[in-house]
């Protein structure tokens, strides 16, 4: 195999191979069985990672709800009267997530934000690759040496 004859052991070349393939974009339901209610848990981002080309599904009873992305000074001040980046109203809205950095969303029927109706993401770039580890030394091709 070419490999093996440039030194290279199939099998890590493969894993690797698979390391490096992009996951597919995961769809979210924002609360889970809960939805986007007033039983939405406050810690329901705990342990998830959101990235770019995720979605968040919103599900909620549409007269009694809704979805507003703010910047982070409204999150913080549930202001319902800011500037809002989007609304949503339908009871049933999927927002992607499109970009890297954090987004907030609040509901801005009467006190739900202050009751906490509110969720904040950090959405990760996953093409940002971290720094390759080196390659075992048996590659000893690449450093130039060649017989």
């Excluded at 971290?130 to 590659?139: I, Q, V």
């Amino acid at each position: 195999m070419a490999l093996v004859a440039w030194g290279l052991d199939p099998p890590l070349v493969i894993a690797a191979a698979f390391l490096l393939a992009p996951a597919s974009a995961e769809v979210f339901m924002v609360g889970d069985a809960a939805g986007w209610t007033l039983k939405y848990p406050a810690t329901w981002t705990d342990g998830k990672t959101f990235v770019v080309g995720d979605s968040l599904m919103f599900m909620y009873p549409a007269d009694k709800h809704t979805v507003m992305e703010v910047g982070g000074a409204d999150f913080r001040a549930c202001n319902v009267t800011g500037n809002a980046i989007g609304t949503w109203n339908s009871g049933s809205d999927t927002v992607t997530l499109d970009k890297a950095g954090q987004r907030w969303f609040i509901c801005s029927v009467g006190p739900h934000c202050s009751l906490g109706m509110k969720l904040l993401v950090t959405v990760v770039d996953a093409t940002a690759q971290a720094p390759a580890s080196p390659l075992p030394s048996s590659a000893s091709f690449l450093s130039g040496a060649v017989s």
